[in-house]
């Protein structure tokens, strides 16, 4: 058995499985938010926008609020416990929804993007389910728990467009309101969801103490997560982002951009109804050693040509790669620290990766128009290229006696 490769655990009880389904329903309900607003989100914001330079406003407030909010959310749940942290999360996704179709029926570009910000707050409560399903997990079935609930976005690939195309229209002379009323629907029903999830209160013991964060950070493993996590998400959203730019340019249709997003979309998700059985049969290490292989791949062949099948071939293994990483860095920082320290080592992770992913956001576009398609495929080398020896080198350690510290 290979370092940090799990063995094989007793059946999963019917409660935490029951527990999980619910949290991947919920996760395919916010997903399926977050994919409706980012579909529509630039052209509303367009559509109000006093310049049309600032029709991504909403979009970047969405973005950097969610980023921001990251600590304050893990802080509440500490306290308040999992299900009322996340029916919080919940009503600050339906307030802010319901602000931005006031917005759009008003013609009011403020109040969009202050709906935009509070909606970005509601991202990042639901970003923890990944989480509660590992807490409620066996150490054995923790890897399938995590990538089970990250399987709902399998769900908001498919459904989230669509939904933003019905909505469109919705309502009479305020185009966009409805796309927004019903991202305001599906936290409505997220919450009839998380009210029927049992999720106990953290007990008085696991609400303070622990190791300091500087020592539990200090640790190898946790490092190497954050990286591969952090690493593979901003180097994904980079490279997603600027797609569709750098396609417009070598003259391809929308249609055939469409295509490869949508592709993309699947293969971040899909691959999470085995990724967990994977990481428990070879091991966390091998996973994330073949996630980045994938990224590297995927640079590869963006280098060798522009023609569709590169650019479908590319991002899909883009795709498969970001899970590999996502959910293999998720897992490997569960390892990392006790009960009582996980709302605080979650919180710095959560806001070192999404502060990331919010740099790549603002970024790719910027990098694309400026340095262009094959100098951003060569800038991501040297972050996958660093992560790739962190992995292999912690392969190479003895997995230390006593998990965690």
């Given at each position: 058995m290979t370092p940090y490769q799990r063995p094989a655990g007793a059946a999963v009880p019917s409660a935490v499985r029951r527990t999980v389904a619910m949290l991947a329903t919920s996760q395919a309900l916010a997903m399926t938010g977050m994919s409706l607003t980012v579909t529509v989100a630039a052209l509303a914001g367009e559509h109000?926008?006093?310049?049309?330079?600032?029709?991504?406003?909403?979009?970047?407030?969405?973005?950097?609020?969610?980023?921001?909010?990251?600590?304050?959310?893990?802080?509440?749940?500490?306290?308040?416990?999992?299900?009322?942290?996340?029916?919080?999360?919940?009503?600050?996704?339906?307030?802010?929804?319901?602000?931005?179709?006031?917005?759009?029926?008003?013609?009011?570009?403020?109040?969009?993007?202050?709906?935009?910000?509070?909606?970005?707050?509601?991202?990042?409560?639901?970003?923890?389910?990944?989480?509660?399903?590992?807490?409620?997990?066996?150490?054995?079935?923790?890897?399938?728990?995590?990538?089970?609930?990250?399987?709902?976005?399998?769900?908001?690939?498919?459904?989230?467009?669509?939904?933003?195309?019905?909505g469109r229209d919705l309502i009479d002379a305020a185009p966009f309101a409805g796309s927004y009323a019903i991202v305001g629907l599906l936290c409505l029903i997220a919450v009839v969801v998380l009210t029927r999830l049992h999720l106990a209160p953290p007990p008085p013991a696991q609400r303070r103490g622990g190791r300091p964060l500087a020592v539990i950070a200090s640790q190898p493993r946790f490092w190497v997560a954050v990286t591969a996590a952090a690493m593979g998400y901003a180097v994904m959203v980079l490279l997603m982002t600027a797609t569709p730019l750098a396609m417009r340019a070598h003259h391809h249709p929308f249609s055939d951009t469409a295509f490869v997003v949508q592709w993309h979309v699947l293969a971040m998700f899909a691959p999470s109804f085995f990724t967990g059985g994977l990481i428990r049969r070879f091991g966390v290490v091998p996973i994330l050693t073949a996630g980045l292989a994938l990224n590297l791949a995927c640079v590869g062949i963006n280098l060798s040509g522009q023609t569709l099948n590169q650019f479908w071939l590319a991002l899909f293994l883009l795709g498969v790669g970001w899970n590999f990483l996502f959910i293999g860095g998720t897992t490997l920082l569960t390892e990392t620290y006790r009960p009582e320290e996980g709302t605080k080592v979650q919180a710095l992770n959560d806001f070192i990766v999404f502060g990331l992913v919010t740099v790549a956001t603002f970024s790719s576009g910027v990098l694309q128009s400026t340095l262009g398609w094959r100098a951003i495929n060569l800038a991501v080398l040297a972050p996958l290229g660093l992560c790739l020896f962190a992995v292999v080198w912690l392969q190479t350690r003895p997995r230390p006696a006593v998990d965690p510290g």
């Open positions: 109000l926008a006093p310049d049309p330079r600032l029709a991504t406003v909403p979009l970047a407030l969405q973005a950097t609020a969610s980023t921001l909010a990251t600590v304050p959310a893990a802080l509440l749940m500490r306290r308040i416990g999992r299900r009322a942290g996340f029916l919080s999360g919940q009503g600050v996704g339906a307030t802010g929804a319901a602000l931005a179709t006031l917005a759009l029926c008003r013609g009011s570009f403020v109040l969009l993007a202050l709906g935009s910000a509070l909606m970005g707050v509601h991202n990042a409560f639901w970003q923890y389910y990944r989480f509660a399903a590992a807490e409620t997990a066996s150490d054995a079935f923790r890897s399938r728990a995590i990538s089970l609930v990250l399987a709902g976005g399998v769900v908001a690939a498919l459904l989230g467009p669509e939904l933003a195309k019905r």
